[in-house]
């Protein structure tokens, strides 16, 4: 049974920082993508970041380059997201999810963890 656990969301002020995490479980990783995503209220989910697995490429979405990071520990079978810099833009529910490599669609989702960035 696949099971994806986010944790670290919370209540942080403009330009603080926050770490999310993705603890994942029953896939066979070498052959997946993770992404983070987020989806403020009124909005579309919009992908935030991504990383391949196994060789570790990344990919960010234009809002969060240069102010997020993600990241993977194999031993742990986690996936972060470090998020610097946060400001009130990024306030949203923050969904990781898995794909196979060979897709784009994304077929384990999380439950969601609510970042909220106050002025």
């Known amino acids: 049974q696949v099971q994806l656990v986010e944790s670290g969301g919370g209540l942080v002020q403009a330009g603080g920082s926050l770490r999310l995490s993705c603890a994942a479980s029953g896939l066979t990783f070498s052959s997946r993508a993770m992404g983070w995503f987020r989806q403020a209220p009124g909005n579309e989910r919009e992908i935030v970041a991504t990383?391949?697995?196994?060789?570790?490429?990344?990919n960010y979405a234009n809002s969060v380059k240069g102010r997020f990071t993600i990241s993977r520990d194999n031993a742990k079978n986690t996936v972060y997201l470090q998020m610097n810099s946060l400001n009130p833009e990024d306030t949203a529910v923050y969904y990781c999810?898995?794909?196979?490599?060979?897709?784009?669609?994304?077929?384990?989702w999380g439950q969601g963890t609510q970042v909220t960035v106050s002025s």
């Open positions: 990383i391949n697995w196994s060789s570790g490429s990344t």
């Open positions: 999810a898995a794909r196979f490599l060979i897709t784009y669609e994304y077929d384990y």
